[in-house]
């Protein structure tokens, strides 16, 4: 089972502020992807990493950025917060030759005032 | 493009009653298919998943799912429900050509006892 972790879980900030979002994964998974989950929704995919040095955008439409320095870190930034950013985050990854079986972390919950 | 359909906002069974949650996609190909738990501040934890052959695949905590290509569908079942299986249900497709997983809206099961 792969482990993959998510700091803070819970985090409420103001407007204006900048903002990282911790990953991390223990597996040695090339591909990482975010995720953002409002209530009721599904999830939709923000970014997406192949690898290092590897940042995609994915389907929704983000302000965040995302960087792939090492392979099993992924951080998130927001560089000025915003309460539209409201959501729950989550990280997950998946393995070179498995790519579709993905391990997600416990998520992040940002609440933006 | 690939969509998934779960029908079901909320479902409420009794415990040890039998479970069926529905999902239906649409993709022009043979899917991947996957179902995700999520419990309440937790992320996803993956249940099963149907790449090729036989049709009826079994996950852990008990679940099981048959793809039916003719239906476009992927449904869940637990033949008895237990407590600790309230949580919210995503079902998820993906596409052989793609790392990227498309997710449902989610069910969220309620179990009274």
């Known amino acids: 089972e792969a482990d993959i972790y998510q700091t803070p879980r819970y985090l409420v900030i103001g407007t204006g502020k900048k903002i990282t979002l911790e990953c991390s994964q223990t597996?040695?998974?090339?591909?990482m992807y975010w995720y953002q989950q409002d209530p009721g929704m599904e999830l939709h995919l923000i970014h997406y990493s192949y690898g290092v040095n590897s940042t995609e955008k994915g389907d929704l439409s983000s302000e965040s950025t995302v960087s792939r320095i090492r392979t099993e870190h992924f951080p998130l930034t927001l560089e000025s917060a915003r309460p539209s950013h409201t959501s729950q985050y989550l990280c997950a990854s998946s393995p070179r030759d498995f790519s579709y079986e993905q391990y997600f972390g416990p998520g992040t919950r940002l609440t933006v005032t | 493009a690939q969509s998934v359909t779960q029908p079901d906002i909320h479902i409420t069974v009794s415990e040890g009653a039998s479970l069926e949650l529905r999902c239906n996609y649409s993709y022009g190909a043979t899917p991947y298919l996957f179902w995700y738990v999520q419990s309440p501040g937790q992320g996803l934890q993956l249940l099963l998943k149907y790449f090729s052959g036989d049709t009826l695949v079994q996950g852990i905590k008990g679940f099981e799912a048959e793809f039916k290509r003719s239906q476009s569908s992927f449904n869940l079942r637990k033949p008895s429900v237990h407590w600790s299986d309230a949580a919210e249900y995503f079902c998820?497709?993906?596409?052989?050509?793609?790392?990227?997983?498309?997710f449902g809206a989610g069910t969220i099961l309620r179990v009274k006892s």
């Open positions: 998820a497709v993906g596409a052989q050509s793609s790392v990227k997983l498309v």
């Open positions: 597996m040695g998974h090339d591909k």
